[in-house]
């Protein structure tokens, strides 16, 4: 995905902080911008974004600090997952049973 720096970020991001931006991100800092600018109106903002309100004050909650990589997308991978139970040389067995048997259960 393509990056590019915001200049319309600096009245919200703290002085000094040069970003590179997914386009993503730089949708939400302009849901973020126009808020501010027409009177930090939500329920306008949505309806002007086609947005919902959860998800509007879901970026709005995170960007309170102000900085520019809070509105960038997180990882949706579980934090812990399950360790496996079986050996890989289980797991393979039954892999080989399955191609060679693909009606079995």
């Given at each position: 995905?393509?990056?590019?720096?915001?200049?319309?970020?600096?009245?919200?991001?703290?002085?000094?902080?040069?970003?590179?931006?997914?386009?993503?991100?730089?949708?939400?800092l302009e849901?973020?911008?126009?808020?501010?600018?027409?009177?930090?109106?939500?329920?306008?903002?949505?309806?002007?974004?086609?947005?919902?309100?959860?998800?509007?004050?879901?970026?709005?909650?995170?960007?309170?600090?102000?900085?520019?990589?809070?509105?960038?997308?997180?990882?949706?991978?579980?934090?812990?997952?399950?360790?496996?139970?079986?050996?890989?040389?289980?797991?393979?067995?039954?892999?080989?049973?399955?191609?060679?048997?693909?009606?079995?259960?």
């Amino acid at each position: 995905m393509q990056t590019q720096w915001v200049p319309e970020a600096r009245p919200l991001a703290r002085l000094g902080e040069k970003r590179e931006l997914s386009r993503a991100a730089r949708v939400r800092l302009e849901w973020l911008e126009w808020h501010r600018r027409h009177g930090s109106n939500a329920a306008l903002t949505c309806r002007h974004f086609g947005i919902s309100r959860q998800t509007f004050y879901r970026w709005q909650r995170r960007f309170e600090d102000g900085q520019l990589a809070q509105l960038e997308d997180r990882s949706h991978r579980p934090r812990r997952r399950r360790q496996p139970t079986w050996p890989p040389q289980h797991a393979d067995a039954v892999l080989a049973l399955r191609r060679r048997y693909p009606r079995w259960g």
